[in-house]
């Protein structure tokens, strides 16, 4: 089975700044999938993290991502 997102909405900010709301819809593995969040912390090129707006069937959720700088790239945490 493969996801597919069926639809995505950004607000004017496109998730780029504190406050930027993102919503998805889509299905993976025969279900279908609803993800409503908003960015509530990010530093460009470092790190960004979202908090779900609803409670679905997955409830709270907050993810992120940090990158840390390497000689040959980047490392994402």
Same mark, same amino acid.
């Given at each position: 089975?493969?996801?597919? $997102?069926? +639809? @995505? =909405? ?5 998730? =780029?700044?504190?406050? &930027?709301?993102? $919503?998805? !819809? ?5 279900? %279908?999938? *609803? @993800?409503?969040? #908003?960015?509530?912390? !990010?530093?460009?090129?470092? /790190? /960004?993290?979202? +908090?779900? #707006? =609803? %409670? !679905? $069937? $997955?409830?709270? *959720?907050?993810?992120?991502? #940090?990158?840390?700088?390497? /000689?040959?790239? &980047? @490392?994402? =945490?």
């Amino acid at each position: 089975m493969e996801t597919v $997102v069926h +639809e @995505l =909405k950004l607000d004017d900010a496109a998730g =780029k700044k504190i406050g &930027s709301h993102i $919503v998805m !819809r889509g299905t993976a593995f025969g279900f %279908d999938l *609803y @993800l409503d969040e #908003v960015v509530v912390e !990010r530093e460009p090129g470092v /790190k /960004k993290t979202c +908090e779900t #707006v =609803k %409670d !679905r $069937v $997955v409830g709270a *959720y907050r993810p992120g991502f #940090v990158l840390v700088p390497l /000689k040959t790239g &980047s @490392l994402l =945490k």
